[in-house]
């Protein structure tokens, strides 16, 4: 085996190696078990502001939206950044405005979306129409 080919073998390996890692030690992950949550929804032009608390096995929020979607109507879009919010208790962001919905964690910007964001006991999740 020339060595090119031994140099690629090893990349590769290591490669296989990193994305291992990353998802047992540093990927989101969800808790487990019951959780009591806060959810938000604030949509300043239609003077919506809405508190809920839930109770929920689900691990990642968009798992919970989907099981409260009765309640807080989300609407949601594919995009090849992953799925997002497009809509929330009947109002649908408006892209020609630069709407879209922003997601706090305890006041904090999420930097995952509705799918990788763990759902965690005590948490409040804060979605607001916002702009760009």
Not at 101 to 114: F, L, P, T
């Amino acid at each position: 085996m020339n060595k090119k080919v031994m140099w690629i073998v090893i990349a590769v390996l290591c490669a296989l190696v990193a994305l291992f890692m990353y998802n047992q030690y540093l990927a989101p992950g969800g808790q487990e078990g019951s959780k009591t949550v806060t959810m938000e929804i604030v949509v300043a032009p239609e003077g919506i502001e809405k508190t809920y608390e839930f109770k929920t096995d689900a691990d990642f929020v968009y798992a919970l939206m989907m099981e409260v979607e009765s309640t807080i109507k989300p609407e949601f879009q594919e995009s090849s950044f992953g799925i997002y919010i497009t809509g929330l208790e009947g109002y649908t962001a408006d892209e020609t405005k630069n709407e879209f919905y922003s997601i706090k964690v305890n006041g904090e910007d999420a930097v995952v979306g509705v799918k990788e964001l763990p759902v965690e006991d005590g948490k409040t999740y804060r979605f607001e129409l916002s702009t760009w």
